[in-house]
């Protein structure tokens, strides 16, 4: 059996939102198995993508198709760019919120994990392998947070079901993982706020 530092050499991997939290641990392990993506024993090679910005996201396909000639074996799609968004509008109900709540949750975090795996698929689907995975949460099962966040995650886990109908015959795999609430620093802050609401209580894993 491989080891753990070599079961993924030669690998090619994207994380998105890997700079901290649940994005920058994925990637510390998936280069300490040996992936090209971080310097545990991996190779790391950091690229700065605004997200929010879909000219941004293109350059990075195109930069991995041909620096790893044409090679993506896994893509992570963790990006998410409203934890203080959620935390600036906790328990205020939904019609008491700006509408651009929906925007500020939806586009980093599902509209981009879709252009993300599009773009990942085109590489994907010739090299009949891969595995693309949606970061989610419990939130797209039952009411957490707000109804933008919990609609987003359920789109998200729709969103893998229904590409990984698509890609099944190309032998690419595509997952929702639930991590759940990681001690990251901002989900720390943004539970312990909930916390304090009456009636709230969420735990740390």
């Known amino acids: 059996m491989a080891s753990k530092k070599h079961v993924l050499a030669g690998k090619v991997c994207i994380v998105t939102g890997a ?21 545990r024993g991996g190779t790391c090679i950091p690229v700065q993508c ?4 879909d000219e941004d996201i293109q350059k ?17 799609n963790n990006a998410f760019a409203a934890v203080n968004t959620l935390a600036k ?3 205020t109900p ?12 939806n586009n980093v975090g599902l509209r981009n994990h879709y252009m993300c795996a599009v773009e990942a698929a ?11 995975i949606n970061v989610s949460s419990r939130g797209g099962l ?11 995650k359920e789109a998200c886990d729709r969103m893998a079901a229904d590409c990984a109908v698509e890609l099944k015959e190309h032998n690419v795999t595509f997952v929702s993982l639930w991590p759940d609430a990681v001690k990251t620093e901002n989900m ?4 312990h706020s909930m916390s304090d609401k009456e009636g709230f209580n969420v735990g740390l894993s």
Request: charged share 25%; aromatic share 10%.
């Open 19 to 39: 700079t901290r939290g649940i994005g920058k641990g994925i990637a510390l392990q998936l280069g300490e198995a040996g992936a090209t993506i971080e310097n």
């Open 60 to 76: 990075l396909f195109e930069k991995v198709k041909k620096e790893q000639n044409g090679q993506l074996d896994v893509l992570v």
């Open 89 to 91: 509008y906790m328990g």
């Open 142 to 152: 039952r009411y957490v947070f707000n109804v933008c966040y919990g609609v987003g």
């Open 188 to 191: 720390k802050h943004l539970l």
């Open 50 to 53: 605004d997200h929010s910005k």
């Open 94 to 105: 939904f019609w008491e919120q700006p509408w651009s709540i929906w925007d500020t949750m």
């Open 122 to 132: 085109k590489l994907m689907v010739p090299n009949k392998r891969g595995l693309i």
